[in-house]
């Protein structure tokens, strides 16, 4: 049966293939011919996603659609996600989860038997789908509430986070009385205004 492995991390710190293997492994495991690996770093919470438009396009019917586990398909709205529900389903492509064991089924189960599992199946997935993006909310929220206690404290938020090592220089750099604040700056390629901050806060 032919297979695409779709892959997603949502950062450019993440590494979208970090799962490859483990895909791979369950695809010879389950005897499906791997036709296609599209692997990409984005948000879950977004349709546009060129990869898995891509794998879409490219499946045809009766193709398996892999993935490691519903949240690296999809984190999106409600509206959203059916949306995609659609096109799969219009597809007629198999949504195979790695860890979720009753989409396994789908695999090989033919019958009534299949019709079954792919019921059930369907509903476990869209409650998944609906944790994910509970998931992403909470979190959201989080990040917010700690945005607005770090503004009521008076920190300062937003901006570049300071280059430790940069600043380290500047300091050495300002230990020298034969240089000027203007030199400072053009030895270390940084502003005034940097080499005046660092000046005046405390090491």
Known sequence: MNTHIYLRASTKDQD??????LLQAFASDHHLNVVGTYAENVSGTTLERPALNTLLNSAKAGDVLLVESVDRL?????TDWAKLKTVIHDKGLKLVVADLPTSHMLVDDKGITGQ?????????IDLMATMARLDQEKRVERIKQGLANKRAAGEKVGGK???EKKWAEIRKHLQNPTLTVEQVAKLCGVGVATVYRVKKTPA
């Open 16 to 21: 979208a293939e970090r799962a490859l293997a």
């Open 74 to 78: 999809s984190r999106l709205s409600q």
């Open 116 to 124: 079954i599992m792919q019921v059930i199946n369907a509903m476990l």
């Open 161 to 163: 986070a300071r280059n």
